[in-house]
């Protein structure tokens, strides 16, 4: 059972270019969701999912793109990267949000 | 939209004191109020949660106190421990479109001094 798991753990990337943050889970959560973690910011919502097929934004959306095809699977996409989303990004899972939300390790992205 | 307010971001104490975070929500809707424990370089994990029917919440050291009326909840944690110290967020359901989701407080850094 690895839980929650996201790749890359580290990423750097050119203003404008594209990636996917990939994360999955093996605990047959319905509900995930994507947070950005700045300095002195928090855990700020960027979106999240309470099924396959379904998908809402959340606090900061905006330069983010989200699908749920599978229960499993949940990627971010960064349609062109800005400095302004540097960050460390987190997925979380769980059986709904008022549950106990388990966090992946995180991925760290650098914009240049 | 909901905000969550968290008080204070930093916070220093000798070990074995108390320690006291306070949060305060917006949304008379919100239902459930958990507590994150995020250690450095770590994920952030849960540590204790409150449902909107219940008052108050024991786990060990950590408690945890809930006044709807007044929109904020607290958390405490008793004879503070070297290893207590981290990064605390509070947070509040919120409902959306789709479903519910959590909004999180800024944070609070603990520093646990022997």
């Known amino acids: 059972n690895a839980g929650v798991t996201q790749t890359p753990k580290f990423q750097v990337l050119k203003t404008g270019q594209s990636m996917t943050l990939q994360c999955a889970q093996d605990?047959?959560?319905?509900?995930m969701s994507w947070y950005r973690q700045d300095p002195g910011m928090g855990l700020r919502l960027i979106h999240y999912?309470?099924?396959?097929?379904?998908?809402d934004q959340g606090e900061v959306p905006n330069g983010y793109n989200v699908s749920r095809s599978t229960t499993e699977d949940f990627p971010l996409r960064l349609l062109s990267a800005a400095p302004s989303q540097t960050s460390v990004y987190f997925c979380?899972?769980?059986?709904?949000?008022?549950?106990?939300?388990?966090f992946g390790p995180g991925t760290r992205l650098l914009v240049l | 939209g909901e905000n969550v307010e968290q008080h204070p971001s930093t916070l220093s104490v000798q070990e074995g004191d108390s320690a006291v975070i306070k949060c305060t929500y917006s949304?008379?809707?919100?239902?459930?109020f958990p507590w994150y424990k995020q250690e450095l370089g770590k994920r952030p994990q849960l540590i204790i949660d409150?449902?909107?029917?219940?008052g108050e919440k024991k786990d060990q050291r950590i408690a945890v106190t809930l006044n709807k009326t007044a929109k904020h909840f607290s958390l405490h944690i008793t004879e503070t421990q070297p290893e207590d110290s981290a990064v605390y967020f509070c947070?509040?359901?919120?409902?959306?479109?789709?479903?519910?989701?959590?909004?999180f407080g800024k944070g609070t850094t603990l520093s646990v001094s022997s």
């Open positions: 979380a899972s769980s059986y709904s949000f008022v549950e106990t939300q388990y």
């Open positions: 605990m047959n959560h319905e509900y």
């Open positions: 999912s309470v099924g396959a097929g379904i998908t």
């Open positions: 949304d008379s809707a919100s239902n459930y």
């Open positions: 409150i449902r909107s029917n219940v």
């Open positions: 947070a509040a359901s919120k409902s959306h479109q789709a479903g519910t989701a959590l909004i």
